[in-house]
């Protein structure tokens, strides 16, 4: 077992938390849950693995997470940070554990964690998608959540990042409704972070590889492009240049909702806000 906490944020998560606590059980010394106020079965599933539930009055991901840190007061020397809808495998779990023991006094402070991505059942390989990583795991006193409404990162304060050699599992039991409810409030949540970031400078933000990367593209290219041909745009990268369509129907489900449905609506609400901003200046 790790010298290792996981915290995992919860709300109306009756279909995915109970493969999440399973999957990170065997090397984990603490699990904490950090729950909305679920209204369905999530508390009840917890409770019965005889874990550490707290609930907070959801504001951001980054705000929940931070109460979550601040709550459960961590004395293990790793953190991990999990969604619900995420699960490590035997073999990630096993990696981790290694890792976390041999660089107790090492300058590697973080784990980037590799995952394959279900959308409809089906785990997709191409588009760009494959491999989704993220920092999550980190020592207790060399890391911190960044304070943004989306797309919020681990930073580390010193040391730098291995990253997983075995794949953890992205995959949500929920259905396509619930995936279009989730990212109708991420699209609103996209907008405030456009506006709060998107002159801002990152002030030398010890990002990840990846991250620093996405998040370049992001806002120095993909938001310098014409609102509303950029979602095309998008489309056009994931689905033919990045080979989305090997991923057959599910692939061109996907890509088509990421760009015209999500993207396209991030643009649209922006469009909306700046709008609303004119009005109110022409009175």
């Known amino acids: 077992m790790a010298d290792l906490t996981t915290i995992i944020l919860t709300y109306n998560e009756e279909k995915n ?10 090397i984990s010394k603490r699990i904490v849950v950090i729950d909305s106020y679920s209204t369905d079965r999530t ?9 550490e539930v707290y609930q907070n009055e959801w504001v951001n991901y980054s705000k929940q997470y931070q109460y979550g840190v601040n709550v459960a007061n961590i004395d293990t020397q790793w953190v991990l940070r999990l969604d619900a809808d995420e699960r490590l ?41 494959y491999p989704f990583r993220k920092l999550l795991i980190y020592k207790n006193d060399k890391g911190y959540i960044e304070d943004r409404n989306m797309d919020e990162h681990i930073i580390l304060t010193e040391g730098r990042s291995i990253e997983l050699k075995n794949d953890s599992l992205h995959h949500d039991f929920k259905d ?8 109708n409030k991420y699209s609103s949540r996209e907008v405030v972070d456009y506006f709060e970031n998107i002159n801002k400078l990152e002030n030398g933000i010890k990002l990840n ?3 620093k990367i996405k998040r370049f ?32 129907k599910e692939g061109k489900i996907f890509a088509f909702l990421q760009a015209y ?20 200046y022409e009175k």
């Open 17 to 26: 938390i109970a493969n999440a606590i399973n999957s990170v059980l065997p």
């Open 43 to 51: 508390i009840e599933i917890v409770k019965s693995f005889g874990i």
């Open 89 to 129: 495998t035997a073999k990630s779990a096993e990696e981790i554990e290694i890792l976390c023991s041999e660089n107790k006094n090492t300058e590697i402070n973080g784990i980037i964690v590799r995952f394959t991505v279900t959308f409809m059942g089906k785990n997709l390989k191409y588009g760009g998608i």
């Open 176 to 183: 396509l409704s619930a995936w279009i409810d989730k990212h």
């Open 209 to 211: 590889k990846s991250a």
């Open 217 to 248: 593209v992001k806002f120095k290219i993909y938001y310098k492009l014409p609102l509303g041909t950029r979602a095309h745009l998008y489309y056009i990268y994931r689905y033919y240049f990045k080979l989305g369509f090997l991923d057959g």
């Open 261 to 280: 449905w999500y993207r396209f609506l991030v643009d649209a609400k922006i469009y909306e806000q700046n709008l609303m901003v004119k009005k109110k």
